[in-house]
């Protein structure tokens, strides 16, 4: 692919009307355009970053078995109302009527949605349990939506539900989404603190938000520094590993600003690992039992007795990752983008020196192209006619975490190499191959 065909608007300088990396960066790379307040079109760059973050999120969500579906964005208020929720909700939803007089909404979240679709179907509590997620667009009417994609009015979510026959089994369905929220965030290159929440207006009375540290972040967080120290690794689905993993983390004391009892922390964590800073929430998980499943009468036949499901619902913020990926990575002082490779727009970046009358560069480019292509390296060339201190400067930017720089004395063997933040060193092209694919 060539840099002169891709759609990359890219903006001289930051946008004025940006204050915070992650919007500045996304203008001003052309990862996304703004189309009204809080509203987003997501150009190539910015689409290709989101899909990539959605397929390891989709990938952990299929590890631990929760089926995927797709429900719409638009909903009938019958079923908001039947919960108590439509009125409860506030003005952050969008209500409108239909050609019929219809009352519907945009929907903000899923709970009600996918309890009609579970007690339409299951009636056995032999079918439990049952745990189904999807990703769709999501709509909230912030009252003041900024930061670009980090507090918008449109957003790309992951929502997933679980239904179980009891208490016991529903904290079993839980605790499996802790591990894949925490597995997930691994992939991305981020590290997330799982840290007890308030539930808000989804209810119930066991919350944990994912939060990483950011200085733009939202959240305030309270929490003992030893927390980061505690590792993940030969964690099973088995009901015991997985409670175990909650008590590695719920040993230190972790808190939203919601949750903080300033007695409580100075007495649980000594001085010297107490962190009082700003976090950005990545990821929300709820236990609220029969909140929704009583109401609407969401129940299946037990031993002779009808047993409401207990239930709880699991979302991660697709399109603001991307966002808090950017707060996390990049390095704004020396305008460098740090993507994790696993979600870099593209792997490597091929800088031919190119002059007008003279194409040997770029035919040089095309061939190694052919080589990473060959070995499933995402690769593009920049064909423009800049020089290699313009061409360096704004693929530090755009974040491609490898390099290939072809000037006049390359040669088909050994190339000039560099890894982004890194000095470049000259090896030969097998070799390049054989680093980028031990980094994926």
Not at 41 to 67: A, C, H, N, T, Y
Not at 108 to 120: G, H, M, Y
Not at 286 to 296: E, L, T, V
Not at 354 to 380: E, F, H, P, Q
Request: proline share 4%; glycine share 6%; charged share 30%.
């Amino acid at each position: 692919m060539y840099f002169s065909k891709l759609f990359i608007p890219i903006l001289k300088n930051n946008p004025t009307e940006a204050k915070i990396k992650s919007h500045q960066l996304m203008l001003r790379i052309g990862m996304i355009k703004q189309a009204s307040a809080g509203i987003y079109s997501w150009l190539p760059l910015g689409f290709k970053v989101m899909k990539k973050i959605e397929k390891i999120v989709r990938d952990e969500q299929d590890k631990v078995g929760v089926q995927e579906i797709l429900m719409p964005t638009i909903q009938s208020s019958e079923i908001w109302k039947e919960s108590g929720r439509y009125e409860d909700y506030g003005e952050e939803m969008l209500r409108i009527k239909d050609r019929q007089d219809r009352e519907m909404l945009y929907g903000p979240t899923n709970e009600e949605l996918v309890t009609d679709i579970f007690r339409s179907s299951i009636k056995s509590y032999k079918s439990l349990p049952q745990l189904l997620y999807h990703i769709q667009w999501k709509f909230r009417d912030e009252l003041r939506p900024r930061f670009g994609i980090m507090r918008c009015r449109e957003f790309y979510m992951k929502d997933a539900y679980s239904f179980d026959l009891n208490d016991d089994e529903a904290v079993f369905s839980y605790n499996k989404f802790y591990l894949a929220y925490l597995k997930t965030f691994e992939r991305l290159g981020l590290t997330a603190i799982p840290m007890a929440a308030d539930t808000g207006p989804i209810g119930g009375n066991l919350s944990h938000e994912f939060i990483i540290l950011a200085d733009t972040g939202e959240s305030k967080i309270y929490t003992d520094k030893r927390i980061f120290e505690v590792k993940n690794k030969d964690i099973t689905l088995e009901k015991e590993s997985l409670k175990k993993l909650r008590e590695k983390y719920e040993k230190y004391y972790s808190v939203t600003d919601e949750k903080f009892n300033e007695e409580e922390f100075n007495k649980n964590v000594p001085e010297e690992y107490r962190l009082k800073t700003k976090g950005i929430e990545v990821g929300h998980i709820f236990y609220f039992g029969d909140k929704y499943s009583r109401p609407m009468n969401a129940s299946v036949d037990y031993k002779g007795k009808k047993e409401f499901v207990k239930m709880g619902s699991y979302g991660i913020g697709v399109s603001r990752l991307v966002g808090a990926i950017i707060e996390a990575k990049y390095d704004d002082k020396n305008e460098i983008m740090k993507w994790p490779l696993p979600v870099s727009p593209y792997e490597c970046a091929i800088l031919p020196l190119i002059s007008k009358n003279d194409n040997s560069n770029l035919n040089k480019a095309n061939n190694i192209l052919k080589v990473l292509k060959d070995n499933n390296i995402d690769t593009i060339i920049d064909d423009t006619e800049e020089n290699f201190s313009a061409k360096m400067k704004k693929f530090n930017l755009i974040g491609i975490p490898f390099q290939i720089i072809i000037g006049k004395k390359s040669d088909q063997n050994i190339l000039e190499f560099k890894e982004l933040g890194e000095e470049s060193k000259n090896i030969n092209l097998d070799k390049i191959v054989e680093i980028i694919k031990s980094k994926k």
